[in-house]
């Protein structure tokens, strides 16, 4: 059984940064993607990064050159760290884990951003 720990959402001011951390533990295949998705009220989940083990990393556009997306495999945690935040990132942001035949899903985080 695959569990993902998400932590570090909160409320911050738009310009600001928040950092964001997902835990995975149990018996996780070696081979695997990890990745931030995150949902707005009223709207669909929309990918926000995926990294692969190996370190290649995937970006919304949206979020391009204000978030970056990193992984200790050693801890099997991934982190989102995210800058110039605006109001529009305000949303649940949830961790994934992707292996060859199932996604395992975190239970998310709130991230608010005040204007």
């Known amino acids: 059984q695959v569990q993902?720990?998400?932590?570090?959402?909160?409320?911050?001011?738009a310009g600001g940064s928040l950092r964001l951390s997902c835990a995975?533990?149990?018996?996780i295949f070696s081979i695997n993607v990890m990745g931030w998705y995150r949902q707005a009220p009223g709207k669909k989940r929309e990918l926000v990064a995926t990294i692969t083990n190996g370190?290649?990393?995937n970006y919304a556009d949206s979020v391009k050159g204000r978030f970056t997306i990193s992984?200790?495999?050693?801890?099997?945690t991934v982190y989102l760290q995210m800058n110039s935040l605006k109001p529009e990132d305000t949303a649940a942001y949830y961790c994934n884990l992707v292996v060859p035949i199932y996604t395992y899903w975190g239970q998310g985080t709130q991230v608010t951003v005040s204007s």
């Not at 993902?4 to 001011?13: A, H, I, K, R």
């Not at 992984?71 to 099997?76: I, S």
């Open 4 to 13: 993902l720990v998400e932590s570090g959402g909160g409320l911050v001011q």
């Open 24 to 27: 995975a533990s149990g018996t």
């Open 55 to 57: 370190g290649s990393a």
């Open 71 to 76: 992984r200790d495999n050693a801890k099997n």
